[in-house]
């Protein structure tokens, strides 16, 4: 089966201050990777769709500034919040396809805490 | 991506079959039907998927109308660790590289012991 890991699987940060969150494809290549965010007892909401060698695409709404996306990697994605502040504490969760297959595979999650 | 209507929650004992409903009257025919599974403080998990005719494998089956308006997710034998949040997606099969999932409410499946 094809494993997406996610580290940190939870970090605790001070208000004001970065926090990059990885996203790895440990067994395949993944040309498309994707960012979620996911507050208490709500659903799932995509954030952007990174694709390697190229930028981010961000859903509407999605600050790209504050969220920066880096897919320098077949196997790698990066999530930076930058100058975190409460209101983004949130389960991130990344996930990842492999080029000509359907089924997207997904990270176990970062649980993001900003104080 | 077409609309997906699912129950908020489900209770099921414990090792008795769940069948899961998700209704999809605006489905086109190009939309497959994919299920996929949140356990609790996890991301979510693949399930299964299907275009028209019914499918199964190690985990569930997948029982398609005939009209495709709705499906329903089969675990045959349910178990504790089968708890969790169920999502019924549709995805186009004509936009095959654009892999976006847009997740609903789904439906939260308590079993019971």
């Known amino acids: 089966g094809a494993v997406v890991s996610q580290h940190p699987s939870w970090v605790i940060c001070k208000s004001g201050t970065s926090v990059k969150i990885e996203c790895r494809s440990l067994?395949?290549?993944?040309?498309?990777m994707f960012w979620y965010r996911q507050f208490p007892k709500q659903s799932l909401m995509l954030m952007a769709t990174?694709?390697?060698?190229?930028?981010?695409?961000?859903e509407q709404g999605v600050e790209k500034d504050k969220f920066l996306i880096n897919h320098a990697s077949l196997t790698l994605s990066t999530l930076t919040v930058t100058s975190a502040h409460p209101e983004d504490s949130s389960f991130y969760i990344c996930?990842?396809?492999?080029?000509?297959?359907?089924?997207?595979?997904f990270g176990p999650g970062t649980r993001l805490t900003v104080l | 991506d077409a609309k997906t209507t699912q129950p908020n929650s489900m209770e099921s004992n414990e090792e008795e079959p769940v069948h899961l409903p998700c209704n999809h009257s605006?489905?086109?025919?190009?939309?497959?039907i994919h299920w996929y599974r949140q356990l609790p403080s996890q991301g979510p998990e693949y399930v299964i998927h299907?275009?028209?005719s019914n499918v199964n494998n190690r985990m569930a089956s997948l029982a398609i109308a005939e009209d495709r308006k709705s499906s329903t997710l089969i675990l045959h034998r349910a178990t504790l660790r089968d708890a969790a949040v169920y999502y019924c997606?549709?995805?186009?099969?004509?936009?095959?590289?654009?892999?976006?999932?847009?997740f609903g409410t789904g439906t939260r499946l308590t079993i019971i012991p």
């Open positions: 996930s990842a396809t492999r080029q000509g297959r359907y089924t997207q595979y």
């Open positions: 067994d395949f290549q993944a040309t498309t």
């Open positions: 990174s694709n390697e060698g190229s930028k981010a695409t961000y």
């Open positions: 605006t489905i086109s025919g190009t939309d497959y």
């Open positions: 299907g275009l028209t």
């Open positions: 997606i549709l995805r186009d099969r004509s936009n095959f590289g654009n892999e976006k999932l847009t």
